[in-house]
């Protein structure tokens, strides 16, 4: 298919398919989402998934920096953990852990690491909670 075909291909797919940011179920119960893209026979491929990951990195990273200004000081590894948080709880979790993040306002690691693990979401996730509280306690990845 030459690039010329191919642009009006996308511009008819997306006039019938159109752009869904969310995905849905379509008129024979198919999730789809994207430009027609059907999750519940295709999926997404592995380079799609680690795609989206990085995005999804870096839209948590811009949260992060935006909500707390303290989040650009702390090392790498705490903010790897927090990155992690949002992953699993999303932002807005993210922000009910007002203590923990009193906490990591005040550099005071250790409270924020138990913070983290007197919560709900520690019996909910088990070892996530254990290995994300030790590296904001230890500053260590390992």
């Keep these: ?10 511009a008819l797919l997306l006039l019938h398919e159109a752009y869904r940011q969310f995905p849905y179920v379509d008129t024979t119960g ?20 680690f795609q989206l990951l990085d995005d999804d990195i870096l839209y948590f990273t811009g949260k992060l920096n935006n909500l707390f200004p303290f989040f650009s000081d702390l090392s790498e590894p705490r903010q790897i953990a927090l990155i992690d948080m949002c992953f ?4 807005n979790g993210l922000l009910e852990f007002k203590n923990m993040i009193c906490s990591l306002e ?32 230890t500053n260590q990845l390992s």
Excluded: Y
Aim: glycine content about 8%; some cysteine.
């Design 1 to 10: 298919m030459t690039p010329d075909s191919r642009q009006k291909l996308r």
């Design 30 to 49: 198919h999730i789809t989402v994207g430009i027609g893209r059907c999750l519940t026979e295709r999926g997404i491929s592995s380079s799609e998934a």
């Design 88 to 91: 699993n709880l999303g932002v």
């Design 106 to 137: 005040q550099k005071d690691f250790n409270k924020a690491a138990d913070d983290m693990l007197e919560s709900k979401w520690a019996e909910q996730v088990g070892d996530r909670a254990k290995t994300l509280s030790h590296i904001i306690k």
